[in-house]
T-cell receptor, first 114, second 113 residues
Framework: ETGVTQTPRHLVMGMTNKKSLKCEQH?????MYWYKQSAKKPLELMFV???????ENNSVPSRFSPECPNSSHLFLHLHTLQPEDSALYLC?????????????FGEGSRLTVL | KQEVTQIPAALSVPEGENLVLNCSFT??????LQWFRQDPGKGLTSLLL?????REQTSGRLNASLDKSSGRSTLYIAASQPGDSATYLC????????????FGQGTELSVKP
């Protein structure tokens, strides 16, 4: 148990569906992240939020829309996805000035796009 | 552009062996380096975090070193056990780029009983 909880753990959706991934951290951290892990590729940073403000958008397509209502919750809204978006989506959080703190990850949400 | 490389990509050893996993990065301007473990289909578990001003960190049978000037880190696992079988990833936090971690592709470790 890392203190970062992701739901759902598995999600299957069609290309025209709208769904959301949820992440919650119980660690009192100020920064939260979305990463994408595809088979045989390094983890890719998607978004970074610090104190609810987005500080990084790593050229992610607009069909992925993040939302951070407070420092403990992070969402990833999904719309009109493509089969190549199938991957493990990992949420993480950290504490510390200038992001020097240790990163804690959730178990991930396995997304399959049909 | 920061690139992180891990060698080897896969490693199989008999139980009880000491082993070393390697991580190299191209830009020495980093905040810190972190080693993670990932079991199949699971999230990442943090093992060790080394700040840029530190040379090494130890936790149990694990020891991680950092040589920033040469762009290298090693993860030493002593007396390996079958439960150590997993993928090990290293990641560097880029200086002055707002929490951006760059990951290597990982080393898949298998420890045979």
């Amino acid at each position: 148990e890392t203190g970062v909880t992701q739901t759902p753990r598995h999600l299957v959706m069609g290309m025209t569906n709208k769904k959301s991934l949820k992440c919650e951290q119980h660690l009192g951290h100020n920064a939260m992240y979305w990463y994408k892990q595809s088979a045989k590729k390094p983890l890719e940073l998607m978004f970074v939020y610090n104190f609810k403000e987005q500080t990084e958008n790593n050229s992610v397509p607009s069909r992925f829309s993040p939302e951070c209502p407070n420092s403990s919750h992070l969402f990833l809204h999904l719309h009109t996805l493509q089969p190549e978006d199938s991957a493990l989506y990992l949420c993480a959080s950290s504490q510390g000035a200038y992001f020097t703190g240790e990163l804690f990850f959730g178990e991930g949400s396995r997304l399959t796009v049909l | 552009k920061q690139e992180v490389t891990q060698i080897p990509a896969a490693l199989s050893v008999p139980e009880g062996e000491n082993l070393v996993l390697n991580c190299s990065f191209t830009d020495s301007a980093i905040y810190n380096l972190q080693w993670f473990r990932q079991d199949p289909g699971k999230g990442l578990t943090s093992l060790l975090l080394i700040q840029s001003s530190q040379r090494e960190q130890t936790s149990g049978r694990l020891n991680a070193s950092l040589d920033k000037s040469s762009g290298r880190s090693t993860l030493y696992i002593a007396a390996s056990q079958p439960g150590d079988s997993a993928t090990y990833l290293c990641a560097v936090t880029i200086y002055n780029q707002g929490g951006k971690l760059i990951f290597g592709q990982g080393t898949e470790l298998s420890v045979k009983p």
